[in-house]
Nanobody, 117 residues
């Protein structure tokens, strides 16, 4: 079964940046390329929500709250998914999860992002 491992979270002041990385394993390249990969987050006492994802036709889809600040990218040869997060705000605080193929698909263990005001 495919494994997803996130890294890159941390504590940052408002206005700062972080880049999250999701490394995949137990997955051949063609499977990674054809997977719908994305990032979700869960803030304390809130439900998990979509942050950014590739669609099945390769386009990107962002939550309105992160548009213009976050950028999703992938390295297919290395089977890695990235999330560049700029101008971070306290509302961006939460655990960020890498996901493959939607809510019923595979999840990583999450990486904590904390933005101080």
């Amino acid at each position: 079964q495919a494994q997803l491992v996130e890294s890159g979270g941390g504590l940052v002041q408002a206005g700062g940046s972080l880049k999250l990385t999701c490394k995949t394993s137990r997955m051949i390249t063609s499977t990674f390329v054809s997977s719908v990969m994305g990032w979700y987050r869960q803030a304390p006492e809130k439900e998990r929500e979509l942050v950014a994802t590739y669609t099945s036709d390769g386009r990107t889809n962002y939550a309105d709250s992160v548009k213009g600040r976050f950028t999703l990218s992938r390295d297919n040869s290395r089977k890695i998914l990235y999330l560049q997060m700029n101008n971070l705000q306290p509302d961006d605080t939460g655990v960020y999860y890498c996901n493959r193929n939607g809510p019923l698909g595979s999840w990583g263990q999450g990486t904590q992002v904390t933005v101080s005001s």
